[in-house]
């Protein structure tokens, strides 16, 4: 396995995981009003807990809707010399500056990237870069099992 397959496979595994989560909270409480603001901030952070992951921050422009995480959690304890920090999600926005997400819109307009500067396919050794997905894959199947 390449580097870049993966990288990509962890983004695909972990976006499926994060969309699950998404549209398990909004089966039960309803569509999701997505601003760039602490309720929505806090209520991603509630989504995600127990995914070993953080809302880092979040941006909002006409095209597209940014929530940024931090890798927490046993992610921390994996002993690897380079390791991604950070992995966003970008939601396709129609032009205003908040945005309303339905269970449906779960599977759609979604694209995860793990982000991190440091975490660079041209600058790390690729076994440095696969050794670190692999561990990041196995922590990601054990919070997606508990959660």
């Given at each position: 396995m390449s580097a870049i397959n993966a990288i990509n496979t962890f983004e695909k595994n972990?976006?499926?995981?994060?969309?699950?989560?998404?549209?398990?909270d909004i089966s039960a409480n309803g569509?999701?009003?997505?601003?760039?603001d602490f309720d929505t901030h806090s209520r991603v952070n509630d989504i995600v807990e127990g995914l070993g992951l953080a809302v880092y921050g979040m941006s909002?422009?006409?095209?597209?809707?940014?929530?940024?995480?931090?890798?927490?959690g046993l992610y921390e304890t994996i002993?690897?010399?380079?390791?991604?920090?950070?992995?966003n999600i970008k939601l396709k926005n129609d032009g205003d500056y908040?945005?309303?997400?339905?269970?449906?819109?779960?599977?759609?307009?979604?694209?995860?990237s793990v982000t991190d500067v440091h975490f660079n396919t041209k600058?790390?050794?690729?076994?440095i870069i696969i050794e670190a997905m692999n561990e990041f894959e196995k922590v990601l199947m054990a919070t997606a099992i508990s959660k």
């Open positions: 972990l976006e499926s995981v994060i969309k699950g989560v998404f549209s398990r569509d999701f009003e997505i601003a760039a909002v422009t006409p095209s597209e809707f940014i929530i940024t995480f931090e890798f927490i002993d690897c010399k380079e390791k991604p920090s950070y992995c908040y945005l309303s997400i339905s269970e449906d819109e779960t599977n759609e307009n979604w694209y995860l600058l790390i050794s690729h076994e």
